[in-house]
């Protein structure tokens, strides 16, 4: 078996030390994955950590194939669908991102991904965990609260701003998220003790700032920056 270099060696037989003989197997017969381990220390920890997340991925072919508009956000949906409290989102997505980021990673090392598909793919995944984080935090606010409405009794929503490299579509691997919160119209919610719009919503934006952005034993979605 040769290796790129001696760095990879050492990580292989680490693996074949803490993991099964039919997980090295596996991942012996995966196409690139010593270009891609001695390339990427996030894999290697992936792999050391949650080989079946790995594997899974070759398995399901989600290594050689692109991502259609939608491909994320129906992954993502369908893995939050079960999910009920904050603790809970905070996890699903952090275990989403990280497959994503093995994905994603993998295919720029491997080849199978260009530059444009590579940033692209890293700002829909910021895109898509922000927006349905949003989603959930929303609905759970609203059957505390009620919902929030402007003086003519029209519902008010959280409008969230991706700027910077998020919103040209050019996330890079170690870019945090600059995001701009805010809200149409000034007014209270219209539950049985209302709530200022203005709480509501800086109360919502704190939530979704800690569940993309806080780092937990999981680790984080996205580093948040909001100055």
Not at 13 to 28: G, I, P, T
Not at 74 to 97: G, H, P
Not at 194 to 211: G, H, M, Y
Not at 212 to 222: D, N, P
Request: a negative charge; proline letters at 3%; hydrophobic letters at 40%.
């Amino acid at each position: 078996m040769a290796f790129p270099s001696p760095r990879t060696e050492k990580v292989w037989s680490h693996f074949q030390r803490d993991l099964s003989s039919d997980v090295v197997d596996v991942l012996a017969s995966m196409p690139d994955i010593f270009l891609v381990l001695d390339a990427s220390e996030y894999v290697v920890q992936q792999c050391q950590r949650h080989p079946g997340m790995v594997i899974g991925l070759y398995q399901e072919g989600l290594l050689e194939r692109s991502y259609v508009n939608g491909d994320l956000r129906a992954q993502l949906i369908t893995v939050l669908d079960d999910v009920e409290d904050e603790l809970q989102l905070s996890k699903a997505l952090r275990s989403f991102r990280r497959q994503q980021m093995v994905r994603i990673i993998w295919r720029d090392l491997a080849r199978n991904a260009g530059l444009n598909e590579t940033l692209e793919d890293l700002s829909e995944l910021a895109d898509v965990c922000v927006d349905e984080a949003v989603k959930l935090l929303f609905s759970w606010a609203i059957k505390k609260s009620g919902m929030p409405r402007d003086a003519d009794g029209n519902a008010q929503e959280l409008i969230v701003i991706g700027m910077g490299k998020l919103g040209a579509r050019e996330l890079n691997l170690s870019s945090d998220i600059d995001l701009i919160f805010a809200y149409p119209e000034r007014g209270q919610t219209d539950g049985a003790r209302p709530l200022d719009n203005e709480q509501f919503f800086t109360r919502l934006a704190r939530q979704v700032i800690k569940a993309i952005g806080e780092i937990t034993a999981e680790g984080f979605v996205f580093r948040v920056d909001t100055r």
